[in-house]
């Protein structure tokens, strides 16, 4: 099975900072990688598919980058609502795997 | 617009069964393939299952292989998850979730989910 290590597990950040978060997958997956975000209580959103795909309707402010086995969703100019726990996905091959999630915190 | 609303949760004794259902409106189910997802309480988002358009392909990870199934009935747009043998780690909302397209398997729709909770 692929595994996928997410971090950092957690993160404080201000309004209008830059954020990273990285995944790294234990074989190459293809750019076979999205990514959600949850807020609590509700159901995850996708924001990035295929890696760098920007879904419709998600703000201009998120993109998905990367290759191979290492990954990274990158968050510009942070707004409050972003704070909500983000979560990678590998599907290029079964079982699919949830990284363990990261929760950004705002300052 | 894309709905899924789960259904058929609640609590079940360990080494029971449950059958959860999701129906789906808004779009061609038949088009599309299906999952489900969980997440235990506090804890991150586990895979637990897709299967193809047609029904003639479905996935499982170890943790529910043989315990779980997963199908659906096209002509009535329904998802359904067969769990058996319920485990205390099973507990956890279970959500149903779209994939992005025909060919993209990514799960792009998901319900709001229904809570399975497995305690004597």
């Known amino acids: 099975d692929i595994q996928m290590t997410q971090s950092p597990a957690s993160l404080s950040a201000s309004l209008g900072e830059t954020v990273s978060i990285e995944c790294l997958a234990s074989e190459d997956i293809y750019n076979n990688l999205a990514w959600y975000q949850q807020k609590p209580g509700k159901s995850p959103q996708l924001l990035i598919y295929?890696?760098?795909s920007l879904q419709d309707g998600v703000p201009s402010r998120f993109s998905g980058s990367g290759s191979g086995t290492q990954y990274s969703l990158k968050i510009n100019s942070l707004e409050s609502e972003d704070a909500a726990t983000y979560f990678c996905?590998?599907?290029?091959?079964?079982?699919?795997?949830f990284g363990a999630g990261t929760k950004l915190e705002l300052k | 617009e894309v709905q899924l609303v789960e259904s058929g949760g609640g609590l079940v004794q360990p080494g029971r069964s449950l059958k959860l259902s999701c129906a789906a409106s808004?779009?061609?189910?038949?088009?599309?393939?299906m999952a489900w997802v969980r997440q235990a309480p506090k804890k991150g988002l586990e895979w637990v299952a897709t299967?193809?358009?047609?029904?003639?392909?479905?996935y499982y990870p170890d943790s529910v292989k043989g315990r779980f199934t997963i199908s659906r009935d096209n002509a009535k747009s329904s998802l359904y998850l067969q769990m058996n043998s319920l485990k205390s780690e099973d507990t956890a909302t279970y959500y149903c979730?779209?994939?992005?397209?025909?060919?993209?398997?990514?799960?792009?729709?998901w319900g709001q989910g229904v809570m399975v909770t497995v305690s004597s």
């Open positions: 295929y890696a760098s």
């Open positions: 299967i193809s358009t047609s029904g003639s392909r479905t």
């Open positions: 808004g779009f061609t189910f038949s088009n599309y393939y």
């Open positions: 996905l590998q599907d290029s091959e079964y079982p699919n795997t």
């Open positions: 979730a779209r994939s992005w397209g025909r060919i993209i398997t990514t799960p792009l729709y």
